[in-house]
């Protein structure tokens, strides 16, 4: 509903001094609320979004700590699901197993990357078939090997096994603190409650954006420049969005 003398959108009977003070009182309040994981979701976004090679900013790599292998008795793991769960509890891992992630996408069983199922934490399928190689001008099978990491949001560990081995490789990468605050925007390795938690940083922006928006409506300035403001947003979002999909 348009009203010209208060607020747009906001029925007649309501357009009160009361309401227009619990308005400022529930936008303050819920920046309030997530100031400081505004300003982290901020920083964390904009990394993210210059994370690939166009205008690529680079927060450092992770830095690899000494491998180790660890000792484990023959038929102790039967399979990758095995692994993970030997793993987890051998190492104290605070996150389930999930596959490993090759540069096309999730690491199928067999080794070929982006051939397997979508990424799942502790899934599995039947044992891997050994990947072919060339070698000496001949095609060779190599040895099975089952892997699985652990993602957390100040490293990754990942582990590997051959099939009758008596050890298992152990790998630990730990990220600096740029990289931390992009897993904490992603939700890497956390817990239902951060991820109850970061729903809440998100209501408290919409709510901002709505509130925002209904006291701009009351408060001075020139509303054919917020119109172009807004639809000058949305034209460059989609003339730089849409092109991109197929």
């Known amino acids: ?30 920046g309030f609320w997530g100031a400081l994981f505004f300003l982290m979701m901020g920083t964390s976004g904009f990394l993210l979004n210059h994370r690939t090679e166009n205008l690529k900013i680079d927060t450092g790599d992770a830095v690899e700590q000494p491998v180790v292998e660890l000792p484990v008795a023959q038929g102790t793991i039967t399979d990758a699901d095995a692994l993970g ?12 197993a999930a596959k490993p992630r090759g540069p096309g996408g999730p690491e199928s069983e067999k080794g070929k990357p982006g051939g397997g199922k979508s990424r799942a934490e502790g899934s599995a399928s039947a044992t891997p078939a050994p990947r072919e190689a060339r070698f000496m001008g001949r095609d ?16 990754r560990v990942t582990v590997d096994y051959v ?14 603190g740029w990289g931390v605050i992009k897993n904490l925007h992603k939700g890497v390795g956390l817990p239902v409650g951060w991820v109850l938690f970061i729903d ?45 999909f197929g």
């Open 200 to 244: 809440t940083i998100a209501g408290a922006l919409i709510t901002m954006a709505l509130t925002g928006y209904l006291l701009w409506t009351r408060m001075h300035g020139p509303r054919l420049l917020a119109g172009g403001l807004a639809g000058g947003a949305l034209v460059w979002a989609l003339l730089a969005a849409v092109p991109s």
């Open 85 to 96: 769960k030997w793993a987890q509890q051998t190492l104290h891992l605070p996150v389930k």
């Open 163 to 176: 099939p009758g081995s008596n050890h298992v490789t152990a790998k630990r990468e730990e990220v600096n």
């Open 1 to 30: 509903m348009l009203n010209q003398s208060g607020l747009f959108f906001v029925p007649k009977t309501w357009q009160s001094a009361t309401f227009l003070r619990w308005l400022k009182r529930i936008h303050a309040w819920t």
């Open 140 to 155: 060779v099978g190599q040895a099975e090997r089952w892997t699985r990491s652990f993602m957390m949001p100040d490293a």
